[in-house]
């Protein structure tokens, strides 16, 4: 790990503003530090968010809002989460092990970079971290990287299960920085790799995800998310599906779906959404509907698998999801 320097701000408009060219903002650092160590990531300064007002959890008329500072763990267990957005809860849960989640931010979460091996080893070149140097990936292993999204430049999927669940119910997030607020849909947030990799996301220097904003959706309260990984404890998705359901009179009237771990952002999938609109809630119509899921995408020497997979988890969690 190189020298930093080290400063604690007591406002936002403070933190936007001391941030500099090679600066990064510190919440919990389950990411960062371990990138800072592997000297994939190496800034000279660091802004030390934890004393900012971002936090709360509240649930109103609108929706929900959640502070970015919120640990994983507390809204993971807020019972207002569980009872009316369980798809967050079972998301964030699936997450990490349970002292990373007692230390990492809602925020930090969104913004966690690639799990590739190559990102994390500096001795392979990387489109991401040196743009122009390469993706070794795509000719050499690649069983979990992604099958959608991607580019001749990048194959990485991304990493975040809290932001599947949270693209799924059409959440947005609330940018600050010095002289600006902005809110944006998360969908809108996260960048394809195209020919710019190392692009990732719409934030801009110096901003702060302060707050999650997810719209009122009645019909959230029967969501779930399904996580289909090698161990079933601390391991990231091979693929995952953040479904919600609404059924009346045994049929479908509308549905969210999304997916994590087959694609370069998290996946939201409006074909399968149409499909499954208007069709009776059966196993029959989710097989169905689930046919269009993998459409354009681009399977590598090894991670094929993922397009049945795809399918097959969809499918899984929009049959728990009409049980509930």
Known sequence: MRTFTYKVPSSIRQATSDFGQ????????????DLMKLEVMTPSQLVDINRLPMRGIELASDGLRIGALEKMSDVAENQEVVANYPVISQALLKSASAQLRNMASMGGNLLQRTRCGYFRDVSTPCNKRQPGSGCPAIDGWNRTHAILGTSSS???????DLAVALVALDASILLQSENNNRLMKLDDFYQVPGETPDKENQLRPGELITEIVVPRLDFAQRSTYVKVRDRESYEFALCSAAVALDIRDSRIADARVAAGGVATVPWRLPAVEAALRGAPATVESFEAATEVAADGAKPLRDNGFKVSLLKRTIVRALLEGSRL
């Not at 090679?22 to 530090?33: N, R």
């Not at 990048?154 to 975040?160: D, E, F, I, Q």
């Open 22 to 33: 090679s600066s990064d903002f510190l919440a919990g650092g389950t990411t960062l530090i």
């Open 154 to 160: 990048c194959v990485a999927t991304h990493p975040s």
